[in-house]
Structures are given as C-alpha cells and as structure tokens.
C-alpha cells in the first residue's frame, strides 16, 4: 500500500466503524414497533408506564375538581363526556405500549409526545364546558392525532391477518380526530353532546374491532398481568381522589366533631369502594375470549369514573356536615357513584375466569350487589344528614364484602359433615 493510500484507508476504516456504531445504537435504542401478535405474556410494569398513568390521572382529578363545584345536570353531563375521552385516550396509549412498545428511547419518545398534549389538555379541562372549550376540542383532536399516527406506523408490517383490524382501528382513531377538532367551531352545549356521542361511536367501533376480529388476529387483545396490574393502578390512583376531596372539604370548614366525623365516615365510604373492587375483582385474569377481555376493559370506564364522581361529592359532604339533611346534589353523586362501583365491578367480574370457576359466590354475590344498589339509590332519594348518609354507604358496601367472608369461611370449615340421618 501506498503512503497516499493508507490515509484513506484509515478513514475509510473509520467511517465504516461509525457507521456500525450508529447502527448498533439505533439498533438498541430505536427499535421499531413491536409487530402485531408478539405481545410478551409475562412483563412487570414499568415506571415509564406509573408516570404516564400518573399525568393521565392530574386531568381525572381536575375533571372531579370541577364537578366538585358544579354538582348540577350540566356539570354531571360535561364530566361524563370529557371523563370517557379521557379515559378513551389513556386505553388507547396503555394498549400501545402494551402491544407495540419496547424499553427503548422509540417508548420514551412515544409517550413523553402524549404527555405534552396531555398536559395543556388538562388545563382546558375546567373550563371545557365554556370558555376553553375550543382549545380543549383542538387539543383533544391533535391528542387523537398522535394515537392515531403510533397505532398507523406499528401496522406497517402486519401480517395479512392483522391487517383489517389495524385499518379499522387507526381510521376510528382519525374519526375521533376530526370529529374533536371540528367541534372547536360549534356552540358550547351542542360541543359537550358531541363530545359525549362521540365517547359512545367510538367505544361501540371498539367493540367492533375486537369482537370482529378474525381467528389468527384474537390473540392481539389477550390480556396480561401487566394490563391487569395498569387499570388496578389506575383505580387506586383514582380512589386518591376520595381521599382528596375530604381533605378538601376539611379544610374549608371550621374543625368540630362533627364535621371530622363525617369527614372520616367518608373516607371509610372510599375505602369501601376499594375493598369492593379489589375483593371481588381486581388482580384477577379475564377470559380470553373476545367477548369476556371487551366486558372487562369497558366495565372499568364506568367504574373509575364513579370513584372519581364520588370524590368529588364529598367535599360538599364535608363541607356541609352540620346540616339536616344532605344536599340533593351531593347525595345523589355520591349515592349514585356507590350504586354505579357495585354493578360495575359485577360487571368487571363477569368477564373473569373465577366467574365460572367460583359460581357458587359470584352469583349470589352479583344479586346482592344489585340490591345494595338499588338501596344506595333509595338512601339518595331519602338524603338523611351527611353522617347517616355516610354510615349507610358504609353498611350497604359492607354488605356484598360480609357474604363474601361468610362464604369463604365456610368453604373453608374443617368440620366434617354430619353422617346421613344425623342434625
């Protein structure tokens, strides 16, 4: 070799050892989207996730923040409708990342983008029913934008079986989008039924998609502990919310007896609200079937939003301890969001695998759970003083937990059976 030529060879080395380095850490660093069907069965949750679904649950509580404050049809109305889109988001981002995503700086990316959006979103959220509603509908439709994009570029490589489902999904993902971002233009009230039918539309297309999935593509929507584990986190987040607004509460008012008592009864209501969701179905594996995973995602959408309802409520719970009897609205928030935990976790229950496997609770426990309702509503119409009506939530969601010990204490009764003929 020339002495001309050993520098260009050298560099000619070099480049080609930064062109492998560069490979190497896009390799490691920037995978592309997990293909459709790869979905790993068994991984723990991360604290890229614990965060995501920490910001997610900042806009929950400002949505509970400002039904607080206006516990009137209207104000029940645009929580609903800006609650499920919420939510509908936070599935949306959640299955991403479980179906698609990887530990690498592609996943970090891919939800800090969705933070950033979230987080002016959930500064609109208090006003989105009025003045802000237009930047709230703009920032909801670019929201649905950037799912839309994350769920198009992960369907690149589909196999064919894949491929109607991810079509499907991706352009009722666009809708929402569109449908969000023209709505910025109407008139307030005709926004907020928008938004609310909208929540509806897609969430049937939701359905839509799983149940219509073809036979190669149903083990897309399997569900794993991690996604087990994510929507328990994600009402324990929330049931922090009943926490807060007694602590709101609280600390609005002068402190006596009386209104610590009502505060504490409170907290034993939210408590029993836990004590329901994590006994009789949260941690538990769903069937998978299609029909049984979309009974047990959706059935969490009116279960969460009832813990949130609920802490919402009881700031004026609180705040009105001393009087004679509890405010209409408060009662029947708070009443009702009890009512809406019982049948919803049933629900939740229903697309279990102990559903089958333990008939001998779930059945009676699924009627007594719709009684305890239907007596959580009648305590609302009766709307006794806020101790009382506390203490009475206590007992009606002690009620279904009570038939449930009994029934495993006497599953688990070592006694032996009396012989035929014997008392």
Request: proline residues 6%; neutral net charge.
């Amino acid at each position: 070799m020339t002495d001309e030529a050993a520098p260009a060879a050298a560099a000619s080395a070099a480049a080609a050892d930064g062109s492998t380095f560069w490979r190497r850490a896009r390799r490691q660093l920037w995978q592309p989207p997990r293909p459709h069907g790869e979905q790993p069965r068994e991984r723990v949750v991360g604290p890229l996730e614990l965060f995501y679904d920490l910001v997610v649950v900042v806009l929950v509580a400002q949505a509970a923040h400002h039904l607080a404050g206006k516990l009137t049809w209207r104000g029940l109305g645009e929580y609903a409708a800006v609650f499920g889109l919420v939510w509908i988001a936070w599935v949306n981002g959640s299955l991403h990342h479980e179906l698609h995503g990887r530990e690498d700086a592609r996943a970090r990316i891919t939800f800090l983008l969705q933070i950033l959006v979230l987080v002016p979103l959930g500064a609109f959220i208090p006003e989105a029913g009025s003045a802000r509603g237009a930047a709230f509908a703009v920032t909801a439709g670019i929201l649905f934008a950037v799912l839309a994009l994350l769920w198009l570029l992960a369907s690149r490589g589909d196999r064919p079986e894949y491929r109607r489902s991810s079509r499907l999904f991706v352009a009722g993902t666009v809708f929402c989008a569109v449908v969000l971002g023209a709505s910025a233009l109407f008139p307030a009230t005709d926004r907020v039924w928008t938004w609310g039918l909208l929540d509806v539309a897609y969430l049937v297309g939701f359905g839509a998609v799983i149940l219509g999935a073809t036979p190669g593509a149903a083990p897309t929507f399997t569900v794993t502990d991690a996604l087990i584990e994510r929507f328990g986190l994600l009402i324990i987040i929330v049931l922090g919310e009943t926490v807060t607004g007694v602590v709101s509460g609280l600390a609005a008012e002068p402190v006596s007896v009386l209104t610590v008592a009502v505060a504490l009864t409170a907290v034993v209501v939210g408590f029993g609200a836990w004590w329901t969701y994590f006994d009789f179905a949260g941690h538990r594996e769903p069937r998978q079937t299609p029909a049984a995973t979309l009974q047990w995602m959706l059935a969490h959408l009116p279960l969460t939003a009832a813990v949130a309802a609920m802490g919402a409520a009881m700031v004026g719970l609180v705040e009105h301890a001393h009087a004679s009897r509890s405010a209409v609205a408060t009662a029947w928030v708070l009443c009702g969001g009890a009512a809406v935990v019982l049948v919803s976790t049933m629900l939740v229950a229903g697309g279990l695998e102990a559903w089958h496997s333990g008939r001998g609770l779930y059945r009676p426990l699924s009627l007594t759970c719709a009684a305890a309702s239907v007596a959580c509503l009648a305590l609302a119409a009766a709307r006794p003083a806020p101790l009382v009506l506390g203490l009475a939530l206590v007992v009606l969601l002690g009620i279904p937990w009570c038939l449930a010990v009994a029934y495993r204490l006497r599953l688990s009764d070592p006694r032996p059976e009396p012989p035929a003929g014997e008392a």
